[in-house]
């Protein structure tokens, strides 16, 4: 037991969580505690140039980590600044905790300068968060909000700091295991219902895996992988799954939904058994629910009880870890003496065969042109062939995500960050900076459109501050494209809105932040492009001015059915 | 169909528009609402009257559990519970409908709580049908003002945990 101010202890708490990066932005409502980072040498600490961007970042640095992203803001604008970033994790669940300043104790509620009512504000975007009524609570808050933070579906957790407790002198005692009364989620999966669906994936002749974001943040790929192998389960993947199981294993059919593959949107419309894996048949996955998975049986392991029967009738529910439940299924089958795996196998044979049919007849592509122009596809292929599939590509919102999603072929989890609930364009590049931080060895890429790349181009300067030789591919269409698409398809190409006509260069404007930009307006300039932005050791902007109004295909109209698919 | 939920949750500040907001956030209604203090005073007891199918009530009763602050969600409509609610109306009470308020009121085991030259406040406590008929019955005399609670229940002897 030690007497600290409240920075220290905060600062102390940090440090026992494991905590080593913290991304924030600076005001007086934590002007103390900035002043206290200064004396922690374990602390580094990323200044950002926009707080959305703080958030993003120790989102991004949680997604490729699995630990805990911390975000410091604040009070007034500079938590309102945050709310889109914890919207975006709380949409994805992502383990962030934000620490945002507030006005002192006594203030709170007289419209304060730089007063606001943040925990109200974020409360339906936050997995939980806490306003720090007095300085004898603030250790144990921080303690439950790193817990809460990253147990169960994990989620961000925002704990609001008056001034006067930061300032305030407090007892500081060590820590205590955490128990909480009305917070104790489940991760262990109920061995009746393994049985139950390990049996009913005994019978199935037409099975399909659907993995979403789930198993990723449950570190389950590798149950996963046991799983759809010693069964010969084809494998279809959310947005939030790629890299769940290889995407370039022959189980995989790739992403299901709106621009989901041919093959994988037929196979789940006609097979006989969904097993749904730490995924929530969100609509842009389902399409019209009444013709989704519509002859299935299903079985949905889920850490998350709501996540079960909410849209879709679910016949075996099973509440667990995505880990847990894979794992307790592997070792129900491993324990079958009188089943043999090859015969098990032999019996999708000609589910198998169905599939091929499909991805024979449709395989995921693009019409080549044959001339200068570059195709977005093309890109994103030379990316994923000149990393060797497994750089960490984060993306911004739009065409270019779908592409990114489609034509990289993901091989391992933490590799894919994108903002999928949310859909927030600007999510890429800080993203990016939190990934590379954290993981400095690694080829960090945002695919960005050339719309998206402006909501939070200001961090290229926190990229150059720090050194983070992070890479950005701009699929330049001089469009916000994705909803140019929708125009041309569904409002008679009508496109209001949609032309970004006045845009800056970029390839000037990343030499202004100290960048290296680089362009390419043909097909052969491609390559050379990117082999320059990997060799090169600084933050690198890379322009390609694609052909304008290519769209994003097999997709399925919003509200219809996916077998209704517009194809190439 | 209607659901009492009874909620059990920490006494904390904040924790009631946690639950209102997840109401309104996710399109669920609420037809009434009380809370209070339980023995303990660390925490409080929500009783809600709400309406929906199976799986709707279903997906309120994971939603609520999901709240960290909640501890434990009851659903009181399984018959081991009795409901009560109490509801306060001001009747129009002259000289010729002060007798049959009065007589009304006696049936229903109400009570006048406050007298006035032209009116009464009576006070009946029950099941929410029974509030209901009695404010059917008086509505042709003459209601001036009702202010109802709404539900709470209590599990019956033996069923409790
Ligand atoms: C913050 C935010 N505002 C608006 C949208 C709606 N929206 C979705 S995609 C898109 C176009 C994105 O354009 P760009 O970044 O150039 O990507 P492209 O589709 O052209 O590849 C827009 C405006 C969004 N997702 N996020
Ligand atoms: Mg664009």
């Known amino acids: ?568 | 169909m209607k659901h009492t939920l009874s909620v059990l949750l920490q006494n904390k500040p904040g924790v009631l528009s946690r639950v209102t907001g997840l109401f309104s956030g996710r399109g669920f209604n609420i037809e009434s609402l009380c809370v209070a203090e339980t023995i303990d005073p660390t925490v409080s007891r929500l009783t809600l009257v709400t309406s929906g199918d199976e799986s709707i009530i279903e997906q309120i009763t994971k939603q609520l559990h999901k709240l960290i602050d909640v501890i434990k969600v009851m659903d009181t409509s399984e018959g081991v519970y009795v409901e009560r609610e109490m509801v306060l109306i001001r009747m129009k009470a002259d000289a010729q409908t002060r007798a049959e308020v009065l007589r009304i009121i006696d049936i229903f085991r109400g009570k006048v709580v406050d007298v006035g030259q032209k009116s009464y406040a009576v006070e009946v406590t029950g099941s929410a049908s029974k509030i209901q008929a009695v404010i059917d019955i008086l509505r042709p005399i003459g209601i001036k003002e009702i202010v109802r609670t709404g539900t709470v229940a209590i599990s019956r002897a033996g069923m409790s945990k």
């Not at chain 1, 306003?131 to 609570?137: A, P, R, T, Y």
């Not at chain 1, 299903?298 to 029967?309: A, E, K, L, R």
């Not at chain 1, 992070?470 to 398809?489: D, F, H, P, S």
């Not at chain 1, 491609?526 to 052909?547: C, G, Q, Y």
């Open chain 1, 1 to 568: 037991m030690s007497q600290l101010t409240g920075a220290q202890a905060i600062v102390s708490c940090l440090l026992e969580e494991g905590v080593t990066t913290i991304f924030g932005y600076p005001g007086g409502a934590v002007i103390d505690l900035y002043d206290e980072l200064m004396n922690s040498e374990k602390l580094e600490h990323i200044l950002v140039r926009h707080e959305q961007a703080a958030v993003h970042a120790a989102d991004g640095y949680a997604r490729v980590t699995g630990k805990v992203g911390v975000a410091l803001l604040t009070s007034g604008p500079g938590a309102t600044n945050g709310v889109t970033g914890i919207a975006t994790a709380y949409m994805d669940s992502i383990p962030v905790v934000i620490l945002t300043g507030q006005v002192p104790t006594p203030l709170i509620g007289n419209d304060a300068f730089q007063e606001v009512d943040i925990v109200g504000i974020t409360r339906p975007c936050t997995k939980h968060n806490y306003l720090v009524g007095s300085k004898d609570e603030l250790v144990q808050t921080l303690r439950e909000a790193f817990h809460v933070a990253r147990t169960g579906r994990p989620g961000p957790v925002l704990v609001d700091l008056p001034k006067n407790i930061i300032n305030g002198l407090i007892t500081y005692e060590p820590p205590q295991p955490i128990k909480m009364d009305s917070y104790q989620p489940n991760t262990e999966p109920h061995p009746g219902q393994i049985g139950k669906a390990c049996r009913m994936i005994m019978e199935a002749r037409k099975p399909v895996l659907y993995v979403g974001g789930g198993v990723i943040l449950a570190n389950g790929h590798e149950e996963l992988a046991e799983l759809a192998t010693k069964l010969d389960i084809p494998v279809t993947m959310t947005l939030m799954g790629l890299g769940a199981f290889p995407g370039n294993h022959p189980l995989s059919m790739g992403m299901l939904g709106m621009h989901g593959t041919y093959t994988a949107n037929m196979a789940v419309a006609k097979c006989d058994l969904l097993i749904s894996v730490g995924a929530r048949f969100d609509d842009r996955v389902t399409g019209n629910l009444e013709s989704f998975a519509p002859h299935a049986k299903i079985i949905h392991i889920d850490i998350d009880p709501t996540s079960i029967s909410k849209n879709v009738h679910v016949d075996v529910p099973i509440v667990a870890d995505c880990k847990r439940g894979l794992e307790a299924m592997n070792t129900w089958f491993n324990n079958q003496q009188d089943i043999s795996v090859a015969q098990e196998k032999g019996k999708h044979q000609q589910w198998f065969d169905k599939i091929k049919t499909w991805s024979d007849a449709h395989p995921l592509g693009y019409i080549d042109d044959n001339d200068s122009s570059i195709k977005p596809q093309y890109v994103v292929e030379m990316l994923d062939k000149l990393t060797g599939g497994d750089a960490i590509i984060t993306t911004e919102v739009g065409q270019h995500q779908m592409w990114a999603a489609q034509f990289y072929k993901f091989k391992l989890p933490r590799h894919f960050l994108t903002s999928g609930g949310l859909g927030t364009m600007g999510y890429g590049l800080p993203a990016a900076i939190g990934a590379k931080i954290a993981m400095p060895e690694k080829t960090v890429i945002d695919v960005a459109g050339d719309g998206s790349i402006q909501m939070n181009i200001q961090e290229l300067a926190t990229a150059r501050q720090y050194n983070t030789a992070v890479k950005i591919a701009i699929l330049n269409n001089k469009y916000l494209g994705m909803v140019r698409q929708w125009q041309e398809l569904f409002y008679d190409k009508r496109y209001a809105s949609t032309g970004m006509d006045v845009a800056p260069d970029f390839v000037e404007l990343a030499k202004a932040y100290g960048a290296v930009g680089l362009r390419a307006k043909t097909k052969d300039e491609v390559v050379p492009v990117i082999k320059e932005a990997l060799a090169t050791d600084n933050t690198v902007v890379m322009d390609f001015n694609i052909i304008r109004e290519e769209g994003v295909f097999p997709m399925v109209p919003a509200g219809k059915a996916n077998t209704e698919m517009l194809l190439v």
